[in-house]
């Protein structure tokens, strides 16, 4: 008997004379003809669609056939070439392995949010060639910005993957003519020779001039790496070493033998206990929440990782109680770190805290002077082979610092006849063009330049007009350490427009490689998971795809 009770109610079983049910005969309800009945209902949906096709509708769910399935459930083309698509932008964009194309899970979520049952994933082959089309047009849309302004900076860095093979990445920098700070990725390409000075200059080179950027690059920033500062004397930029590298070095060798060595390993060991036990990082969690914490994991210090040591010593400091109640009750071969070590690494963190004062106090205990003494020192050998001169006109043009208060007065008077000498440059470089466009002045007499003053008036006039264009911006109130410079020289270029293109010049270039090592994280993370056989040419079109379409969101 059919679920729906004969059809739902078309049909009948036949009534006999005693009032019983003859369950072999049914009668339509419709046209009263009568049928025999055999516990299937087929025979009687066929006599509803061939005598009463619109009652048919109404005889309950039944089993779509292929063909009929396939005539409403199939995506459209329009529809699939969307899905593929997206199924591009996504891989490039998340860098997922183009294989994920082949996974069976993911294509069955498409058939089921699609309702298209005979769906089918689009080959390896078709991903490829749709990211080789997306990477071109992504270029040539990044590749219009640059055509649009004046500087570029570059920030380089070399990377050795898990297979031993080595990457270049260069990252391009600039301000826009809205006064918006622009970076993205230019290359991560896999580099073959030894990186020696001049394999290195050559690979910035070549990528300097596949975007068509030579002229236009200012400054290369690169980390302090012997081959890399004797690569940068080779090109025709500003070398500009990465000052996070250099105040790492410069922490690391003051930490060496410092008397926060010791409290530093016991900190290790304790962040390393509760990092490999998931129990221990459970009880954590327990203790954070009943001391009324925020919920955070330790963390371990890496010498090259900026500022990494200064965290572990905060995360120790805010968790002492919750880590202390836990290493007491688990009675663990790691301690927890006495009172004076604690307060060590008060000392310790509020040295390393970013703006702190290396002056000798007559406060400090012998330690601390002793740290103070050998960060200074180090620091200041570093310092020589730092692009001090740029950075300091770019404090200069820049709206929260331009009293140089950081200087001496000697330091701040040369960096402003640096600005000045900017200045004159620019004028002059504009100078041919500016005369094309006017007709020739008549020439002057000998007599004339007698009686009226020498050729070198205009310059003494376009000395006073300099003056006056610095002192003008001199006289700018200073703003806020919170505000944004950009906007502050895009609200106020109008009143600067001789000192703007050099502002946007030289505000553009980071003081540091950060940025551009952040690619590597992607690198590595494409190479790593199962990623063999991926060529180095698509490793490069993922990699800054993901970049390009990220900043897009951003």
Known sequence: MDEGGLLGGKFLFKKLPDGLLDKTRVRCTI???EFKYHRSSSSLAYHLRAKHPTESTSTGPRQSTLQEYGACGRITKNVREKVTNSLVVWIAKNCRPVSIVEDDGLREVIRAASGDECYNLPSRGTIV???????????????????????VALTGDHWTSVNNDNYLGVM???????????????????????????????????????????????????DSARNMVAAARLLPFEHMPCMAHILQRTVTVSLNDSAFERALAKCRKIVGHFKHSPANAQELKAQQAAHGHQTEPLVQDVPTRWNSTLEMIKRIQRNKFGLTTILTQQNSKVTMLTDQELD????????????????????????????????????????????LTWLKIATALDPRFKDLKCLSKDERREVWASVHDLLMSETDAHQPSAQTTEEPSPKKSKMSICLLGSPDSDTEEEEDAIDCCLNLYKAEPKIDIGECPLQWWLKREGAHVRLAPIARKYLSTPATTVPCERLFSLSGHIIQKKRASLSSDNVNRIVCLSNWLSAKKD
């Open 129 to 151: 060639s749709r990211l080789h089309t997306l990477y071109g047009d992504q270029r040539a849309q990044q590749s219009s910005k640059l055509v649009q302004v004046r500087n």
């Open 344 to 387: 060590r690494l008060q000392k310790l963190e509020e040295l390393l805290e970013p703006c702190r004062i290396m002056e000798p106090s007559d406060d400090d205990p012998v330690y601390v002077l002793r740290f103070k003494k050998i960060f200074t020192t180090d620091l200041a050998q570093r310092r020589d082979s730092s692009n």
């Open 172 to 222: 391009a920098h600039f301000i826009d003519n809205d006064w918006t700070m622009q970076l993205f990725a230019l290359t991560v390409s896999k580099t073959e020779e030894r990186h020696y000075a001049e394999a290195c200059a050559d690979h910035f080179l070549n990528v300097a001039n596949k975007w068509k950027i030579k002229d236009k690059v200012t400054t290369l920033g690169t």
């Open 31 to 33: 046209c009263k003809a």
